[in-house]
């Protein structure tokens, strides 16, 4: 596949970016490469299309599989598998968003609550300072999560309306 040099630009910063969000550079230029392309490639393709080591590129493949962002497309005649990546920049992000819910968030949660919970000997007791920081802890992730599994419900064009009012009270705070 050749690659214009704005597509080369949008990979190299989508893995860049990659690493600043936890994920491998190489994991997300190859979600890149395949969110640009308009036809489903294999891993060969891949490999020759980005320069990168083909063992690498099917590791790679396995974690964007495992975070259900792409997906392996059987093509007639062919016996090699070919991968596609999700289209829907909100589907993408309402899936990568719950993957890190329970992968980051959630855990948190039951750490907080455990500590929270946790009485008896004085090894295991809170001082007041550390509990109130952590009750305050808390009682933010309970009106995140409450937000995230309400508007987690909606439909893709309600969240974007939603997110359009959010603009439009913005300029209206301005105006007060």
Same mark, same amino acid.
């Given at each position: 596949?050749?690659?214009?040099?704005?597509?080369?630009?949008?990979?190299?910063?989508?893995?860049?970016?990659?690493?600043?969000?936890?994920?491998?550079?190489?994991?997300?230029?190859?979600?890149?490469?395949?969110?640009?392309?308009?036809?489903?490639?294999?891993?060969?393709?891949?490999?020759?299309?980005?320069?990168?080591?083909?063992?690498?590129?099917?590791?790679? &493949? $396995? *974690?964007? #599989?495992?975070?259900?962002?792409?997906?392996?497309?059987? %093509?007639?005649?062919?016996? =090699? /598998?070919?991968?596609?990546?999700?289209?829907?920049?909100?589907?993408?992000?309402?899936?990568?968003?719950?993957?890190?819910?329970?992968?980051?968030?959630?855990?948190?949660?039951?750490? &907080? $609550? *455990?500590? #929270?919970?946790?009485?008896?000997?004085?090894?295991?007791? %809170?001082?007041?300072?550390? =509990? /109130?920081?952590?009750?305050?802890?808390?009682?933010?992730?309970?009106?995140?999560?409450?937000?995230?599994?309400?508007?987690?419900?909606?439909?893709?064009?309600?969240?974007?309306?939603?997110? $359009?009012?959010?603009?439009?009270?913005?300029?209206?705070?301005?105006?007060?």
């Amino acid at each position: 596949m050749k690659l214009s040099e704005s597509e080369k630009k949008f990979i190299l910063h989508w893995g860049e970016m990659g690493g600043k969000w936890g994920i491998n550079r190489t994991v997300a230029q190859i979600h890149a490469l395949l969110f640009l392309s308009p036809n489903a490639l294999n891993a060969e393709d891949i490999s020759n299309t980005l320069t990168i080591a083909r063992s690498n590129v099917s590791t790679s &493949i $396995k *974690e964007l #599989l495992s975070w259900e962002i792409i997906k392996a497309i059987p %093509l007639l005649g062919d016996r =090699r /598998e070919h991968y596609e990546a999700l289209k829907d920049v909100w589907q993408m992000f309402r899936i990568i968003s719950e993957k890190r819910k329970r992968r980051e968030i959630d855990p948190t949660v039951n750490i &907080i $609550k *455990e500590c #929270l919970a946790e009485k008896g000997n004085n090894d295991n007791e %809170l001082n007041e300072y550390s =509990r /109130e920081r952590l009750q305050s802890l808390m009682e933010f992730f309970e009106i995140i999560l409450t937000f995230y599994d309400t508007t987690n419900k909606l439909p893709t064009n309600s969240i974007i309306q939603l997110l $359009k009012m959010s603009k439009q009270m913005d300029q209206f705070l301005k105006l007060i």
